[in-house]
């Protein structure tokens, strides 16, 4: 990590100095409207650790990199930010999935980060049961895992986790070694609890209701097949002239930051170490 730090300070410093076109050449009238939403771990908004997410946290990397740009940030949800990036220019979002329908306004920098996708969430002392289920590469089947009559699961009922994984609990139906609730919060205190065996999550999501709720459950997140292990994500911005310039130099800082950049520290410690694991084997090929 001191090497990717290293080459973050000085992809900064240069930014800040002027030797890198782009941040210190933009005109002084340049301001970007950096819209953000309260959705923690990634942005916090409210409470004793507003600013603290690891969204946020990069928001400040890049904030300071461009330097020849004026700052404000905004807190208002994803569709009022997507209707300002239509509307006007200088409109940006630092964490954003990059989708064709989105392409028509939005331009976007090239991935900066890879977050950990979705993860089945497994207690300790279920792993001898779910074993059977991975394949070669320690990936798990959902579909024959939550067939499996000796496997206890929760999920949430108002949220879609992936297709083979919202098919197989569509097809299961109202099972009774099935938990659902709403909450993620929910789920996190009752595999704690040893309700179950298994549930889903973003891992950093989960990290963050565990340590909400004062657990540190002996969990593992493992991969699963059918479904992403990981999601690029972007930052946006308006698709008009001052949009590109700041993407244009987002990009320099990108290239100068190296293949594993020092901002993913930030959401490092959003994540269990199986899940870091996972995340620094992948993101190095990623780059290829």
Avoid at 70 to 84: I, T
Avoid at 179 to 189: C, F, G, N, R, Y
Avoid at 197 to 202: I, K, L, Q, S
């Amino acid at each position: 990590m001191r090497q990717t730090a290293t080459a973050l300070f000085l992809g900064l410093s240069l930014l800040a100095n002027g030797l890198l076109a782009g941040g210190s050449s933009a005109r002084a009238a340049d301001k970007i409207t950096w819209f953000v939403t309260h959705f923690p771990p990634g942005y916090i908004r409210k409470g004793p650790n507003i600013g603290g997410g690891h969204m946020d946290l990069v928001l400040k990397d890049f904030q300071r990199a461009l330097s020849g740009f004026e700052h404000e940030d905004v807190d208002g949800p994803m569709p009022r930010a997507q209707a300002s990036m239509k509307r006007r220019d200088g409109v940006c979002n630092n964490s954003l999935f990059r989708t064709r329908e989105r392409e028509a306004f939005i331009h976007f920098s090239k991935p900066y980060i890879w977050i950990v996708a979705n993860r089945l969430v497994v207690a300790a002392a279920a792993m001898g049961k779910v074993a059977v289920h991975r394949d070669a590469n320690g990936a798990v089947n959902v579909e024959t895992l939550l067939q499996d009559e000796r496997i206890r699961y929760g999920f949430s009922r108002k949220r879609s986790y992936a297709p083979v994984i919202d098919r197989t609990l569509k097809a299961l139906g109202d099972n009774p070694r099935g938990h659902a609730v709403i909450h993620s919060e929910t789920l996190m205190k009752m595999i704690a609890g040893g309700r179950f065996d298994v549930t889903f999550a973003y891992p950093a999501e989960a990290i963050h209701h565990l340590r909400g709720l004062g657990l540190a459950p002996d969990l593992h997140y493992l991969p699963m097949t059918g479904v992403a292990s990981f999601f690029p994500v972007h930052v946006g911005c308006s698709k008009r002239a001052t949009g590109k310039r700041v993407v244009d130099a987002v990009n320099r800082i990108i290239a100068q930051s190296g293949v594993y950049p020092a901002w993913y520290r930030h959401y490092e410690k959003n994540l269990a170490a199986d899940a870091v694991r996972q995340l620094r084997a992948f993101v190095p090929t990623a780059a290829k």
